[in-house]
């Protein structure tokens, strides 16, 4: 009897284990094509959103690409984060420094900005009336930000032509980048 046992249920795990019968019906299964999608004929149309590659080859090359362009983007805001930017008010009595804090909130993009410090024209502020001196700090301050703003912009305008190649194709492996416009 214990043998039978053991036999039996050796039988049942192998068969467990085998290769569907080839007499089953196919209707009901759905090809995965994720490395390229499947050969096409020569009359079929070439590529397809992508040009010519097709499934997780395309997802590969636009997470690489993705990846790159993260990497150029800390590279950017580790550069900014070093430059001290100045604001000057109008009438150049105040300086304020200011520093580019990038944004660490990935729902809200948005930079920061820290006052450094502020330089005044000694001479102008022992006689000036806290009014005044309110004002031309707050003109410093926004020139300041503004200089901050302006300087990271060109710094990371490279980043956003890059990105924009990526989306209309051009940045990824044996996709052709989009016709220039024409000449005039």
């Known amino acids: 009897m214990k043998l039978f046992i053991l036999l039996f249920s050796s039988v049942t795990t192998i068969s467990a284990f085998s290769t ?37 080859m ?16 800390q590279e950017i805001e580790a550069e900014l984060k070093e430059i001290l930017f100045v604001g000057k008010s109008k009438s150049e009595k105040v300086t304020a ?6 944004s660490t909130n990935p729902i809200d993009p948005q930079p920061e900005y820290s006052v450094q410090g502020f330089e005044f024209d000694d001479d102008w502020f022992n006689d000036a009336a806290p009014e005044i001196i309110s004002t031309e700090i707050l ?5 300041g930000i503004d200089d901050a703003t302006k300087g990271s912009q060109e710094k990371f305008q490279a980043l956003a032509e890059d990105l924009q190649n990526m989306m209309k194709g051009g940045g990824l492996p044996g996709v052709p980048a989009p016709p220039a416009p024409p000449a005039e």
Do not use: H, V, W
Request: net charge positive; charged share 25%; hydrophobic share 35%.
């Open 20 to 56: 569907p019968s080839l007499t089953s019906q196919s209707t009901g299964i759905t090809a995965l094509n994720l490395f390229g999608g499947k050969k096409k004929s020569d009359d079929a149309p070439k590529g397809g959103p992508m040009g010519g590659m097709g499934g997780m």
């Open 58 to 73: 395309d997802q590969l090359a636009m997470f690489k690409k993705a990846q790159e362009i993260a990497k150029k983007k």
């Open 97 to 102: 420094q200011i520093k580019y804090i990038p």
């Open 139 to 143: 003109e410093a301050y926004r020139a």
